[in-house]
């Protein structure tokens, strides 16, 4: 290493993995918002530990939220053919899931935010 005069870290470490490991390894370089070994490494190495807070959960609640709207719109659709819900009742229950659907979204983008501060 000719340029290593210049460089402020001198010392190199060498890490070994299997392929299985290295697998594993990447998937949490990727989860931790970190775009590098490097950077994964020395936050791993002096902070002790990487957070991650894992939405899945709630990505999957959203869209059911979601399917969960499509279905009263086919509920209202029924309705309006066989006058048996009042056009009231149907616009409460699309307004109640909307305001979930927002509710949720903004908690996620709420969660999120504070991840990348």
Same mark, same amino acid.
């Given at each position: 290493?000719? !340029?290593?005069?210049?460089?402020?870290?001198?010392?190199?470490?060498?890490?070994?993995?299997?392929?299985?490991?290295?697998?594993?390894?990447?998937?949490?370089?990727?989860?931790?918002?970190?775009?590098?070994?490097?950077?994964?490494?020395?936050?791993?190495?002096? !902070?002790?530990?990487?957070?991650?807070?894992?939405?899945?959960?709630?990505?999957?609640?959203?869209?059911?939220?979601?399917?969960?709207?499509?279905?009263?719109?086919?509920?209202?659709?029924?309705?309006?053919?066989?006058?048996?819900?009042?056009?009231?009742?149907?616009?409460?229950?699309?307004?109640?899931?909307?305001?979930?659907?927002?509710?949720?979204?903004?908690?996620?983008?709420?969660?999120?935010?504070?991840?990348?501060?």
């Amino acid at each position: 290493m000719e !340029d290593s005069k210049n460089r402020y870290r001198k010392v190199q470490k060498i890490l070994r993995l299997t392929d299985r490991e290295n697998d594993i390894l990447s998937k949490r370089i990727k989860k931790s918002g970190y775009e590098t070994f490097q950077a994964f490494a020395y936050q791993m190495l002096f !902070d002790g530990e990487i957070y991650f807070q894992d939405f899945s959960e709630l990505n999957d609640l959203h869209y059911e939220i979601s399917k969960l709207g499509n279905n009263v719109n086919q509920l209202a659709k029924a309705a309006n053919i066989y006058k048996q819900v009042s056009p009231d009742d149907v616009q409460e229950l699309t307004d109640e899931i909307e305001r979930l659907s927002n509710l949720l979204e903004e908690k996620l983008n709420h969660l999120t935010k504070k991840r990348r501060e």
